[in-house]
């Protein structure tokens, strides 16, 4: 357990000493290895399933907007 931690330790001494945007690149691929992005396929929209009698209105275009969440990332 000691030289796991003296390891890490060493580790973390060359990490700090790597220029900023290498090590943003580090954080990047670590993240991305403890909880990869779920891959969605895209679903094709029914032809008129949305039809109505009237004109669309702002509020229609407003439930039709995407607004990301952290639900995506919670089925993991």
């Known amino acids: 357990m000691l030289t796991t931690m003296q ?3 060493g580790l973390l001494t060359q990490i700090n000493q790597l220029p900023p945007e290498y090590r943003i690149k580090l954080i990047q691929r670590v993240s991305a290895s403890l909880h990869p992005l779920p891959v969605h ?3 094709a929209l029914e032809y008129g399933k949305y039809r109505h009698n009237r004109m669309s209105e702002i509020e229609d275009f407003a439930i039709a907007e995407w607004h990301p969440t952290s639900d995506l990332y919670d089925d993991a």
């Open 41 to 43: 396929k895209p679903v």
């Open 7 to 9: 390891t890490f330790e």
